[in-house]
């Protein structure tokens, strides 16, 4: 709120240095130290408030080494990683902007849902949470949410080069037009880097792309179903999830900052973006929180985030990914959600058909998701959570550098 506080002030009063707050930097650096001090500050009361309400982590014997002393460790650590970027969000960003509204319903969205399937593990003793058909109809009313928004909002749009403007030198000069509704995206690592959803029902004849959204509406519940799924999967040992997710959400930051420039979208020969720009104190936020849940979540983690986290955590990185037409980057960049997925089911697949075929079920790994197979190979939980930090940020690399290899 304090952004149309000062807002209101520069317009009425025009007072001196009043407009920093309209400046994105200013505002984002502002955004991440509060989450940050947030985080770490009130962190510490809200797991003492965990811990006093007996609201612990329930393990499953798996027989991984250390599982037993985790027993009792308070879980719901989520709701710090909300609440540090939800309150600095409300003070900096624009919270009329549809890309900020988003991803606040996002937030709030999935952290319920996790929040309900975290209460129903501890207070009523189930151990399989929230049946997992309500847990994926949370999730794909959430892509049909943000589906449905993105493709009939009118401030959704793209600005386009236009190359038909001739200067006074009698110079033919790309400039950009007026805002236009698009579904399109970014491919990576092609020169002509732009798909149309539209062009998908192109058969259908004239008027086709007035129905892109048969295609781009279930693509969004996918990617949402499938990112949000994958951050609860790679939740397994203490600072992964948390570290990955801060590494993936700095990256897509980036990405944010571009897109919302004209001056940088049109060097990198990306789509110019009206207002998403203002995605980036969200971004700085939620940054800020996921380091300062990190602080109390390394090994031997203090609390863990338990659904009420990783759920909400996929949900804001498949729904910003898609805002700034990234989404098809989500593979590499979110590798490690991926290689955590995809194991899972080659595991579930691979010992089906092998039962099926043999009479026996045999398996890929020694255990999945990936992480604990390497637990199995008796690695130390803080290698394999490095190790993938590690990787991740590669990945983040090479997801940054797509942007002008081609």
């Known amino acids: 709120m304090l952004y149309y506080l000062f807002e209101f002030l520069e317009k009425q009063y025009q007072l001196p240095g009043a407009g920093l707050f309209q400046f994105l930097t200013f505002r984002a650096a502002m955004s991440v130290l509060l989450s940050l001090l947030i985080a770490m500050v009130y962190g510490k009361r809200i797991i003492l408030f965990l811990q006093k309400k007996q609201i612990g982590e329930s393990i499953r014997d798996l027989g991984l080494e250390g599982q037993k002393q985790?027993?009792?460790?308070?879980?719901?650590?989520?709701?710090?990683?909300?609440v540090s970027t939800l309150l600095p969000v409300i003070l900096f960003a624009d919270i009329?902007?549809?890309?900020?509204?988003?991803l606040i319903v996002t937030t709030l969205w999935m952290g319920i849902i996790g929040f309900i399937d975290d209460y129903i593990k501890i207070f009523k003793k189930d151990k399989e949470g929230l049946k997992g058909r309500f847990k994926v109809m949370g999730q794909v009313g959430l892509g049909l949410i943000v589906g449905l928004t993105l493709y009939f909002h009118p401030a959704v749009t793209i600005k386009e080069k236009d190359s038909t403007t001739?200067?006074?030198?009698?110079?033919?000069?790309?400039v950009y037009g007026e805002e236009t509704k698009a579904v399109r995206t970014n491919v990576p690592f092609f020169k002509n880097n732009e798909l149309d959803y539209a062009d998908f029902i192109s058969w259908m004849g004239e008027g086709a792309e007035d129905y892109a959204w048969l295609i781009f509406i279930p693509v969004v519940i996918l990617i949402v179903t499938a990112v949000s799924n994958g951050a609860n999967l790679t939740d397994g040992i203490d600072g992964l999830a948390a570290g990955s997710s801060a590494i993936i959400v700095l990256t897509l930051g980036i990405f944010a900052w571009v897109s919302?420039?004209?001056?940088?979208?049109?060097?990198l020969d990306?789509?110019?973006?009206?207002?998403?720009?203002?995605?980036?104190?969200f971004i700085a936020a939620f940054v800020g929180a996921l380091v300062g849940f990190l602080?109390?979540?390394?090994?031997?983690?203090?609390?863990?985030?338990?659904?009420?986290?990783s759920l909400t955590i996929g949900g804001v990185i498949a729904v910003i990914a898609i805002i700034v037409r990234k989404e098809l980057l989500i593979p590499i960049l979110c590798g490690i959600?991926?290689?955590e997925s995809l194991s899972v089911m080659l595991q579930v697949g691979y010992f089906k058909h092998t039962k099926r075929k043999y009479g026996e079920g045999r398996r890929i790994f020694l255990?999945?998701?990936?992480?604990?197979?390497?637990?199995?190979?008796?690695?130390?939980e803080s290698k394999i959570v490095t190790r993938f930090w590690i990787i991740g940020i590669m990945l983040a690399i090479i997801s940054i550098v797509t942007l002008k290899i081609r």
């Open 367 to 380: 255990m999945a998701p990936l992480h604990h197979h390497y637990q199995k190979k008796s690695y130390h």
């Open 295 to 309: 602080w109390y979540n390394t090994y031997p983690a203090q609390v863990f985030m338990g659904d009420t986290g």
């Open 337 to 339: 959600f991926f290689a």
């Open 166 to 174: 001739i200067t006074k030198n009698f110079k033919v000069e790309q």
């Open 270 to 281: 990306i789509f110019y973006l009206p207002r998403v720009g203002e995605l980036v104190v």
């Open 96 to 102: 009329k902007n549809i890309y900020v509204i988003l």
């Open 70 to 82: 985790k027993a009792g460790t308070p879980t719901m650590g989520g709701l710090i990683i909300i």
């Open 260 to 267: 919302g420039n004209i001056q940088f979208s049109d060097y």
